[in-house]
């Protein structure tokens, strides 16, 4: 029995208590949050102790630590964290300055206990069958990838002047999907982008609508789409073509059922509307794979490295689409 | 080079017009209608001859006969035809009287001419396939079979009332459909139906809603749904299930496009509104089988048999439906 | 907060188990098995109490029941528990015989505990919808209704030899829909069945592929087609058409990957092999709904009349395919 | 009626030749080859003339010509026919090199006579729809559009070492659809691309994987990627998203069959194998466009300057690939 604390009673640390308190293995011992009340609420509703500090979270009755503070908070918390011997589930992004990333490389990287970084949706059943059919080759070589990836709607003003820009805030993911799925790290990437959702976003120095290009290091294609907005809800789906045959991991729908009327035939419902509900399953699992490799003491799929080469694939795309020739993003 | 007339001029005989046109193998010598005005303007339309009495069509210079005219007319044209040793392909139903079909049958037992029924949903391609994969294996051993078969909306009053009912006008095609596919003759059949769309229809004695069971000589069972209406257009598919699988022959839309917004996702366009659109391909196909074996001499597809058996089926399925007994319905 | 006990630590008895332990607003109290290992088992994977002797789960201290059990326990245990003024959730089937069933009556009748019957699949997301739609008339006048049900292997003989057959042991299910989406009762029924998958089912009296035609009082109709395998796994599907368009609740998939090679595209994974793993979501949320029930003092959605009258239409089915024509079936 | 006459009886010529003898209000007059014999195998088929020289095709009786030949002929040719005032449709591309396109365009635009360029694509019923449902609104402002183009395999060496490229061969199908869909010029463009299905394409310094980013004059973004290989056949579809939703022109199939076995569900078949399969009814749409054009004197869909610029596109993309900075592309 794995024993678990969680930084942070936001929305998404309210989802990671969520999935401990009906983990298997695990036990959720204690929570921190600035505001003491959100704490509070979360110790309530599943029986674990408020922690009055956040050192409290890495006390000596704790085996492992979930990280879903705020950003800013995420690279400090990882590092004590880390020295402190627990094992580590951090939000992404570790932080949104590659320089402090790498300030706190050496000390993960001279550590045993698994570091691991939250990107959900390597977790997502469908996506996760399709990086296994691209390893087990079920596609022949893989040659292309294409990502799509579109939010339901933009994010409060506040959110996005803190977010360190779409490529680093939103694509992040799909950066690290592409690298999970090929397997491979990047040699060269263009981008563009637009703000078509809201142009005041040009204000920000970012953009809505954004479209990237690599290629990887043996010569392999990867496209991501990416927008703050679709009406119809979450649209993210990933695309792999090899030699052999493709596979797509197409978006679920809330239910599947199909309508017919006078206007069209074989209508699906709307997809989700928030990422927790569209990715629920990804965070269930995602905590019991952090759970399973503290258990044998492995390394996490998403490890730090991953995290860290993210951003970097986030700082080389906002360079490229200032014009900036990005720098080789390998390794 | 098949030499071919063709009595009708109305929109089912303008369409096998066009197809004669079209057609390979085969030359549209003769065109004949009581209405010389419709026979007219096929003729002008096509190149072709007006006929100026039916037997013209029948006359030396002719190989074979496309019967599309008044069902009433059908009987008499075919049986002339055959005895004048000319190739037919005549229009559903042969009759809406089994009494007349069993009639006529001797002669055309006793003759070697193709006589084919024009039962087009065989030659659809998906349809088509169907059968093929069943005849083949590629299910196992078929064991039941479901058709769905609705129209856009109902026709004219007039129409129906000399339709011979929802199952000698409508419905034949899927009795015919399950013969077809599943290659046996129905040992038992049971109805239900209603006057849904249009309540009134219970002073013709007849429904507009209707389902059928069928069991096969070996035990497989078949089901039949019918509407006279569906608002998103012609919808007629076909499934079938074995031991190792099944397969479906699912509706084709106008076009592939696909339509997702704040209502719903993968909307495809409505079917098909009407019936010389959704089997234009079955019907040109049709054709081109006949011709074939109007050349090889072959018994055809579709055979009078074929035709005989469908009226059979549909006749046991009213007697079904007004609660008397059907008798058994093979051979 | 709901106290529950639960009758019955089998695979049913242990996913309801499941359900307890990870419910909101409900507390697992105690559990029995005649098989004392099984119970214990279950009590220590959730904390709960092992019950000594049935009556321990209808203690003062117990809120609720579910029944779980075997078969022929149910209708006795319902009993004694609504007697005892408990809330019951009962597993289908209440019971293999009316006459049984129709003793109880009385007793639940005269009770104002919340009993429900376990039709899990009314809490199924995609059937609730499509029952939703039908009920708010967003497809119009409901005319008709096809349900497809199919399991993805023969269980054992010596369960099959207990089941009651097939009417009442799987298609009970799809009858409960029928009254569920269309909110009607039937007026007519006719059945037919083979037994294809395995021809030594006759030996039991029973069919493996069987296919019901039913008739509503206002003239509706609807169609269930099922089978005991289907190698592509649970195939569980609802149509409604009504005057205003259809709605399929079509079948979920593991996941939404799509594959396409040389053979074919857009290739979904084979439906779920299990049907807990199929109707998880249906049976938790069932619980749900139970649990509200008894905290609202409120009729339960799926009652012991529509167990009864579901076992009723069941009765029905068999004496149609035995060719005994059924008795009107309505109320 | 319009009196056509065409150059080339090649396979694409042949083609043609097909649909001007089915086509409606235009006569098939002469063909020309520089193969007698293929140009007689076509006039033998179609009873049309054969030309001796090319000149014949555009003598007195002509009113419109197709140019279907070699491509190193279609500028000479067409410049030709503009003189001699016929109409002309020409298959794309009008020439490999840029230079010869611009020294050809006053002649064009000094002419009234209509000048279409074969991008058939745009007759296709499904792209056709995309780009009305955008012109008309239906999704709002138009943000973004993802192309994915696929051949089912390498064409022989020959072809390709003559092909101009990829972006010039393959692609140009693409940039024109974009340009055709969006309405739009492009303002920015970037690509990569791979030999990975055949390496030793890099000797004729070629790719068979590539994909592009091109960014509109308002800022809307596009995306191609592209593939000399799919396994399972022509995969060409089209995404187009805006403020008020998507649409995808998705891909027919052969039939419209699906198939479960214990492998998977929902199987579709392979796609076309063949372009001239996948786009049999752009083709002839196409030709009925342009015989509507020539009837109207009207500026056809596709015309000289949409050719053009696709080829700007292709030698962008090819200047982009080769590291070169593609020099801004529109007007």
């Known amino acids: 029995m794995i024993r678990c604390a969680l930084f942070g009673a936001g929305r998404i640390g309210r989802l990671h208590a969520d999935n401990l308190a009906a983990g298997k293995q695990v036990e959720f011992v204690r929570v921190y949050d600035p505001d003491p009340e959100a704490a509070r609420a979360v110790a309530r509703e599943h029986g674990c102790e408020v922690a009055q500090r956040d050192a409290d979270c890495l006390a000596g009755d704790v085996d492992a630590a979930i990280i879903a503070s705020a950003t800013p908070t995420h690279i400090d918390l990882l590092t004590r964290a880390v020295k402190a011997d627990k094992a580590v589930l951090c939000e992404k992004p570790i932080d949104l300055d590659i320089a402090r990333v790498d300030a706190a490389q050496p000390v993960v990287t ?19 069958r399709l990086r296994e059919a691209v390893a087990a080759g079920e596609l022949g070589t893989p040659e292309q990838m294409i990502v799509s990836s579109r939010d339901p709607g933009l994010p409060p003003r506040d959110y996005l002047a803190a977010s360190g820009g779409l490529f680093r ?13 090929l397997g491979e790290e990047i040699k060269h990437l263009s981008a563009t982008g637009s703000a078509l959702v809201d142009p005041s976003l040009r204000e920000l120095d970012d953009v809505d609508s954004a479209m990237v290009l690599m290629t990887t290091e043996s010569g392999k294609l990867a496209h991501i789409n990416c927008s703050r907005r679709a ?3 979450y649209d993210q789906r990933i695309e792999v073509h090899g030699s052999a045959g493709m596979m797509l991991s197409d978006n679920p729908t809330p239910t599947t059922v199909r309508h017919a009327d006078a206007q069209g035939t074989g209508c699906a419902p709307r997809l989700y509307d928030f990422f927790l509900d569209r990715y629920a399953q990804a965070f269930a699992n995602q905590l019991a794979a952090f759970v399973d ?17 993210a951003l970097r694939l986030a700082d080389a795309a906002t360079e490229a689409l200032h014009g900036r020739d990005p720098s080789l993003v390998s390794p």
């Open 110 to 128: 001279a550590s045993a206990v698994p570091v691991m970084v939250g990107f959900n949706r390597r977790f997502d059943p469908g996506h996760r």
């Open 169 to 181: 805030d939103m694509m992040i993911h799909d950066f690290d999907m592409v690298r999970f799925v």
């Open 231 to 233: 009406v119809y809800g």
């Open 293 to 309: 490799a503290v258990e044998r003491s492995a390394k996490p799929d998403a490890d730090f490295h991953a995290g860290r080469q």
